[in-house]
């Protein structure tokens, strides 16, 4: 079955700012239009794309294109009649008709329309109202409107052509979508689930929300982090917030929880904020014997503070004793209470080095660390 899409780019409106058309404005990096077009590629068999008739730069580009261009009528009626004309020869059954300024239309949502059109003459998306709606006069409120059966319209919306082309035929125009037009010709229109992100780009500020959608304005940084400490003296080690009993004990200016300190400066440094050395130097005596959790803290609270949220922390203990296997589940609970995190967002491993090196002569105990953190 031969599938097409109309894409109406005619229109001329600038509410959007930007000092031209909304779909020529830049949108991470590419074009609103080059974004809306993308998304039916490889999902329908035929893309028209409609164009204003003296946009010549935009005939120009696109004419060099595998898509079919069609000329914007005065009005968006008007336009996806012409749309539907320049598919004459190509033998669709089902036509798809979408807005250029929704670019961030899911794959799942053009899929389940034309699915919709096995069974149903029309169909298109909609997301039911769950905000009251107030009438006003001006700014005050004069009243409430129910909701229980209204939806909010999006595109596309998929017909079966030859009757969505007959009903543009016969509409006057000036209809505020093609379901308008299909309802007047008598054509019953099947609602499927929309999708909150696809919105239509109307406003300055749709541009950042749109971006937002689509992951461009997302700051993921990752920070990693290495500790060493000496064996001496002593009947305990403390790693990763946890009293682990051993032959001998950690030196270090604080308790020398190398686990701990590992992890805390994998989050400095995913925050460009240097090391534990900087913020607690080891020269302070306030510092000498502190629990470690004071730095982790600081450290937490500092990403809080700069708007990042921890995703989660991978911490690697390499040592050939203690072991760590029957303390991990108690590490990664004392760590993600620190932290304020899921014990599933914390990561405690161990391994050896197969006898190799300071490690492997039981020197000491090395850490290394990774942190993921996520503007939020």
């Known amino acids: 079955m031969t599938t097409a899409a109309i894409i109406v780019a005619a229109g001329r409106g600038q509410r959007a700012g930007g000092g031209v058309p909304k779909q020529w404005r830049a949108l991470g990096g590419q074009r609103v239009a080059d974004w809306t077009i993308d998304r ?17 730069s935009a005939w120009e580009e696109f004419s060099a294109t595998d898509l079919i261009l069609a000329p914007g009528g005065s009005d968006r009626a008007g336009s996806v009649h012409s749309g539907l004309q320049a598919l004459e020869a190509h033998s669709v059954e089902k036509v798809l008709i979408h807005d250029v300024a929704r670019p961030c239309v899911s794959a799942r949502v053009i899929r389940d329309v034309l699915a919709a059109l096995d069974a149903h003459p029309a169909a298109a998306p909609g997301l039911a109202v769950t905000d009251a709606l107030w009438t006003a006069d001006g700014s005050v409120v ?3 409107q129910d909701r229980s ?8 919306q998929g017909f079966h052509y030859g009757a969505i082309t007959a009903a543009h035929a016969y509409h006057p125009g000036g209809a ?11 054509i019953d229109v099947t609602i499927i689930p929309g999708d909150a ?10 541009f950042e929300r749109a971006e937002r959608i689509m992951g461009m304005n997302m700051d993921v940084r990752l920070g990693n982090g290495y500790d060493v400490h000496r ?11 946890v009293k682990v009993p051993h032959t001998r004990g950690l030196q270090g200016h604080s308790d020398a929880d190398v686990g701990m300190h590992a992890v805390t400066d994998a989050i400095y440094g995913a925050l460009a904020k240097g090391d534990i050395g900087q913020h607690f130097p080891p020269s302070d005596p ?7 959790e004071i730095f982790l803290r600081h450290a937490v609270e500092l990403a809080g503070q700069m708007g990042y949220a921890i995703s989660n922390v991978d911490c690697t203990l390499v040592c050939e004793y203690p072991k760590i296997g029957p303390h991990a589940d108690a590490m990664r609970a ?5 932290m304020g995190l899921r014990t599933d967002q914390v990561s405690i491993k161990a391994t050896t080095s197969e006898r190799l090196g300071f490690t492997g002569r039981s020197e000491g105990i090395a850490s290394l660390a990774t942190a993921c953190l996520v503007k939020s």
């Open 176 to 186: 505020a979508d093609d379901v308008e037009v299909a309802r007047a010709a008598g």
């Open 149 to 156: 059966a209204l939806y909010a319209a999006q595109t596309p």
């Open 40 to 56: 039916f590629k490889g999902l329908v068999d035929h893309i028209v794309l409609v164009l204003a008739e003296d946009d010549t």
């Open 142 to 144: 004069t009243g409430t």
């Open 231 to 241: 064996f001496g003296g002593g009947d305990h080690v403390i790693l990763c917030g």
């Open 286 to 292: 306030q510092w000498k014997g502190a629990a470690s």
């Open 334 to 338: 004392e760590m993600a209470q620190i």
């Open 197 to 206: 992100d696809n919105l239509k780009i109307t406003r300055p500020e749709d």
